[in-house]
C-alpha cells in the first residue's frame, strides 16, 4: 500500500501534458496555474473545514514556492515543450535532491539512490522524441521548476506534519490566492474556462492537483524526499504514454528501452528502500 501511495503522484501529474495538449492549450499558462490551485484547495477545505495544525509562516512558503512559483513555470514549460522533452527535464528532480541534501544539509547520497537516479534520468533521456524542437525558454522553465519543487520536497520532509490534507489545502489556497494578482500584470484579466475546456480542468483540479498532492504529502512523511523524487521518474513515463495514446506522438525502440530502465531504476530503489527499513527494524529490536 504504501509503495502504491509513492507511486500515485508522479503517474498523475504525469497526465498534466496531456490534459493541457487536449483541452486546455487556449488558457494562459499563469491563470491556468491559478485555476489549477485555487479550486483544488478550496475543495479539500470542505473536507476539513479548519485552519492548518502547521505554522502558518510554512504554509504560506510552500505556498508560494510549491504552488504559485512551480504550478507557474511548470505550466510555461508544459506550454512551450513535447510532453517528452518536459518530462526528461524533470527527471532530474533526484539528482537535484541529492545534491541539494548533500551541498546545503551535508547529506551524503547512498550509492544505490544515485545509480537509481543517474540510471532513471538515462532511461527518461532515451524517451526524448530527438526531432524534439527545444526551446531555451521553455527548457529554463522546466528546469527551475524541478528545482522548486526539490526545495518545497525537502522542506515538507523537514517540516514533516501529520495534518496532510490541511497542509495541501492550505499550500494550494495560498498558493493560488498569491499567483492571482501575478497572473492579472503578466497575462491581462482573468480568462475564465469554457465548457468546452471543463473535462481537463476537472482532472486537473481533482485527481491531478487536489489528491495528488494530499499523497504527495503523504508519501513524503512515509519515504523521505530522496526516495520519493525517485519515484518521481514515473512521471515522465507516464507523460510520454499518454502522448502517444491520446495526443499521436511516437515511441521507437530506444524510448521503449528507456522506459524498461526507469522502471528498472525504481526496482533498484525500491530494494535500497526495503533495505533500509530491515535495517532501521533490526536497530529497533536492540535498543528494546
Known amino acids: 500500500m504504501n509503495i502504491f501511495l509513492g ?12 490534459a493541457i495538449g487536449l483541452y486546455l492549450t487556449d488558457i494562459p499558462s499563469i491563470w491556468l496555474a491559478f485555476w489549477r490551485a485555487l479550486p483544488a484547495g478550496l475543495i479539500l477545505l470542505l473536507m476539513i473545514r479548519r485552519a492548518p495544525r502547521v505554522p502558518f509562516k510554512r504554509v504560506a512558503v510552500l505556498g508560494f514556492i ?3 512559483l512551480f504550478f507557474s513555470f511548470l505550466l510555461i514549460g508544459a506550454y512551450r515543450l513535447p510532453g517528452g522533452v518536459a518530462g526528461t ?3 532530474t528532480l533526484p539528482l537535484q535532491l541529492i545534491l541539494i541534501q548533500w551541498l546545503v544539509f551535508k547529506k551524503k547520497p547512498a550509492v544505490k539512490a544515485l545509480m537509481a537516479s543517474i540510471f532513471g534520468l538515462i532511461g527518461v533521456a532515451l524517451i526524448l522524441n530527438p526531432s524534439a524542437d527545444l526551446d531555451p525558454i521553455g527548457v529554463a522553465a522546466a528546469l527551475f521548476a524541478t528545482f522548486l519543487i526539490a526545495v518545497a520536497s525537502i522542506l515538507m520532509y523537514r517540516w514533516k506534519s501529520d495534518d496532510v490534507i490541511g497542509l495541501a489545502a492550505w499550500q494550494l489556497i495560498l498558493g493560488g490566492v498569491f499567483l492571482f494578482p501575478i497572473a492579472w500584470v503578466v497575462s491581462g484579466p482573468i480568462v475564465i474556462p469554457s465548457v468546452e475546456q471543463l473535462p481537463g480542468l476537472v482532472w486537473l483540479v481533482g485527481l491531478n492537483t487536489a489528491l495528488g498532492y494530499v499523497v504527495m504529502i503523504r508519501a513524503l512523511n512515509i519515504f523521505g524526499a530522496t526516495t520519493f523524487g525517485i519515484f518521481s521518474l514515473l512521471n515522465p513515463v507516464t507523460a510520454v504514454t499518454l502522448g502517444v495514446l ?3 506522438e511516437n515511441l521507437g525502440g530506444a524510448q521503449w528501452a528507456g522506459i524498461a530502465i526507469v522502471l528498472g531504476s525504481l526496482l533498484l530503489n525500491q530494494v535500497r528502500w526495503h533495505n533500509l527499513r530491515v535495517k532501521q527494524s533490526k536497530l529497533k529490536e536492540r535498543v528494546s
Open 89 to 91: 527535464l524533470g527527471a
Open 7 to 18: 507511486l500515485l503522484p508522479p503517474v498523475l501529474w504525469g497526465s498534466t501534458y496531456a
Open 246 to 248: 491520446f495526443i499521436g
Open 66 to 68: 510549491n504552488i504559485s
